[in-house]
Every structure is written in C-alpha cells, then in structure tokens.
C-alpha cells in the first residue's frame, strides 16, 4: 500500500508517517517510482507505534521495542527479552512521567479548588 493508503487506514497522517520512517520506525520499500510502498502489517506496526508514544514514550526507546513486539504472539514483550539499555531507559521514563503524573495533579487540585471558590452561574 501507498503512503496515503496507509495515512487513510491508520488515521495518521502522511507527514507522521514520514516522519516515523526517519525516526527508524517505519521501514518502507520504494518502488520503481520512488513510491513508499508499506505491506499490510504496517497498519498494525503504526498502531503500536501511536499506542507508544500516547503512552508518553519517546522515538528513541520505541525504536528497540518494535521489533521485539514484532515477534510476540500476543503483542506483549516478554521482560526477559528487553535490552539492558532499554530497561534502564524505560525506568528513567517512568519516573519521568511519575513526575508529570504529579505535577499535574497538583495543578488539578488548584484548579479545582479556584473552581469551587466559584459561585455558580445564573442565566437569565
């Protein structure tokens, strides 16, 4: 499938999609044209490749976490099967979205409290 074709079937647009294949998560072959052309699995792969980065990863650790999905039956990775470096990796971005996770329940519980200081609207 072409570029658009993909963009259509994953909801990601043809400026990510590029951009994903420089980040080296997408792979494309290129046809006699100089098409990208993507195989159907790549549907799956962009994905995971979106799961990923909602979940606050970076490029740079779902770069090494693509394959080994790649190769798990349930679309699991088997902790055993990570890299040293991307356990490491991993750990330092979980305490760096523990910190997010804080600072932004602190700023809900400002917001909250301004919000309850309110007093409710009353429309004409």
Do not use: K
Request: glycine share 8%; aromatic share 4%.
């Amino acid at each position: 499938m072409l570029i658009g074709e993909l963009a259509e079937a994953t909801g990601v647009p043809a400026r990510l999609l590029r951009y994903y294949e420089q980040q080296g998560l997408l792979r494309p072959e290129r046809t006699g044209h100089g098409y990208r052309e993507y195989p159907d699995c790549a549907v799956v792969r962009v994905q995971q490749i979106r799961g990923l980065l909602d979940a606050g990863l970076p490029t740079r650790i779902i770069r090494p976490l693509l394959p080994l999905l790649e190769r798990s039956a349930n679309g699991l990775v088997r902790p055993a099967d990570l890299p040293q470096d991307v356990v490491g990796q991993l750990a330092e971005e979980a305490a760096r979205l523990r910190e997010r996770v804080a600072r932004l329940s602190r700023d809900l519980e400002s917001i909250e409290l301004v919000l309850s200081a309110v007093p409710p609207r009353r429309d004409p």
